[in-house]
């Protein structure tokens, strides 16, 4: 079956720090990969998404960059983290046009 | 762009009543999903509807999809505290991207 993980589960940082979180996917070969950025309570905003090794679409233009080294592998980061780059960040795995499976997210304070 | 449009966004019922959420565009989508969300954890993928008029069920749950593709519904029969939860549309359209609505978060009290 496949699994999906995400870490870490919370972090807090204070402005200006740089940023990794990592998405790792299990069960599954060459799936499709995106990063969520979701207000408390409320609708996900697409962030990055990737459909391969190296390719990755921005739907939304702010400071933060994602990159995909491994097929099941798939990063958020930043070089100076905003105030407004808090939130809850998921990923999700899918294969084009099925259900998308999310991991568990990472809650992100930046104080 | 194409939004999805979720309705209501808040909802507070008591255990056994009867409910429905709202999910509404001016687009065609292939195929809508919905999801349900805890606090604190990503969305769970409930049911996908592909042919417009399409009803699916899942035990309590009633899931439709318009007969144009642009519009679903969810409804909830009897509902049981543990409903409660964020519940969330998505539709697959244009570029071949999910588009997620903006969420109804129904509380039910026992």
């Known amino acids: 079956s496949q699994t999906i993980h995400q870490w870490p589960a919370t972090l807090v940082q204070p402005v200006g720090s740089p940023l990794s979180l990592e998405c790792t996917v299990e069960g599954t070969s060459n799936p499709n990969l995106y990063w969520y950025r979701q207000a408390a309570g409320r609708g996900l905003q697409l962030l990055f998404y990737s459909v391969g090794i190296g390719q990755i679409s921005s739907e939304v233009p702010q400071n933060l960059s994602a990159s995909r080294p491994q097929d099941r592998q798939f990063i958020l980061s930043s070089k100076k983290l905003l105030l407004s780059d808090s939130g809850f960040y998921l990923c999700?795995?899918?294969?084009?046009?099925?259900?998308?499976?999310f991991g568990p997210g990472t809650r992100l304070t930046v104080t | 762009t194409q939004l999805l449009e979720q309705s209501p966004q808040f909802l507070s019922i008591q255990e056994g009543e009867n409910l429905t959420v709202y999910c509404n565009s001016s687009?065609?989508?292939?195929?809508l999903q919905w999801y349900r969300q805890e606090p604190g954890e990503g969305p769970v993928l409930l049911v996908t509807?592909?042919?417009?008029?399409e009803v699916k069920k899942l035990k309590r749950l009633t899931f439709q999809f318009g007969d144009a593709r642009k519009d679903s519904s969810l409804h909830i029969t009897a509902a049981q505290p543990g409903d409660t939860g964020l519940y969330l549309c998505a539709g697959w359209g244009a570029g071949n991207m999910l588009t997620f609505g903006g969420g109804t978060r129904l509380m039910v009290k026992p």
């Open positions: 687009s065609v989508f292939s195929s």
């Open positions: 999700a795995w899918e294969h084009t046009g099925e259900g998308q499976y």
């Open positions: 509807v592909v042919t417009g008029g």
